[in-house]
C-alpha cells in the first residue's frame, strides 16, 4: 500500500487543527454510537472526521486491512462548511485527495 492515504489523513488532521477544530475531549460514547450517515444528529462533521473517519481508516492501515474502495467524504465536506466564515479549502482538498485515492476516481470540485 503506498503512503498516500496516510499522508492524506495527516493533511486532514493537520488542517483540523489549523482551523482549531481539533478537540482534546472526545465526544460521549453515545454521541459516538450515533447510525445516521456522519453521526450527523449527534456530531459536528469536524467531528465526525477527528473521532471517526481517522481513527477507523487508521486502524485499518495499522492492521493491514483493505481500505475502503467506495467512499464519498468530499461531497459532505462541501455541505457542512459552506455557511462557515473560515477558510476550509484546504481541509476539502485534503478530503476530496482522499476520496480520489481510495476510490480510484477524480472527484468534481466545486468552485
Same mark, same amino acid.
Given at each position: 500500500?503506498?503512503?498516500?492515504?496516510?499522508?492524506?489523513?495527516? $493533511?486532514?488532521?493537520?488542517? #483540523? !487543527? /489549523?482551523?482549531?477544530?481539533?478537540?482534546? /475531549?472526545?465526544?460521549?460514547? !453515545?454521541?459516538?454510537?450515533?447510525?445516521?450517515?456522519?453521526?450527523?444528529?449527534?456530531?459536528?462533521?469536524?467531528?465526525?472526521?477527528?473521532?471517526? #473517519?481517522?481513527?477507523?481508516?487508521? $486502524? #485499518?492501515?495499522?492492521?493491514?486491512?483493505?481500505?475502503?474502495?467506495?467512499?464519498? /467524504?468530499?461531497?459532505?465536506?462541501?455541505? *457542512?462548511?459552506?455557511?462557515?466564515?473560515?477558510?476550509?479549502? $484546504?481541509?476539502?482538498?485534503?478530503?476530496?485527495? #482522499?476520496?480520489? $485515492?481510495?476510490?480510484?476516481?477524480?472527484? *468534481?470540485?466545486?468552485?
Amino acid at each position: 500500500m503506498s503512503a498516500e492515504p496516510q499522508a492524506l489523513l495527516y $493533511a486532514i488532521e493537520r488542517e #483540523l !487543527k /489549523v482551523l482549531s477544530w481539533w478537540q482534546s /475531549v472526545p465526544p460521549s460514547a !453515545k454521541a459516538l454510537a450515533s447510525t445516521e450517515p456522519f453521526c450527523l444528529d449527534t456530531l459536528t462533521f469536524p467531528q465526525w472526521l477527528q473521532f471517526v #473517519l481517522l481513527p477507523r481508516m487508521q $486502524a #485499518l492501515i495499522d492492521s493491514g486491512a483493505p481500505l475502503p474502495s467506495r467512499i464519498s /467524504v468530499y461531497p459532505m465536506a462541501i455541505e *457542512s462548511c459552506k455557511l462557515l466564515a473560515e477558510d476550509t479549502r $484546504a481541509l476539502e482538498e485534503a478530503i476530496a485527495r #482522499l476520496d480520489e $485515492a481510495l476510490s480510484g476516481q477524480r472527484v *468534481s470540485r466545486e468552485g
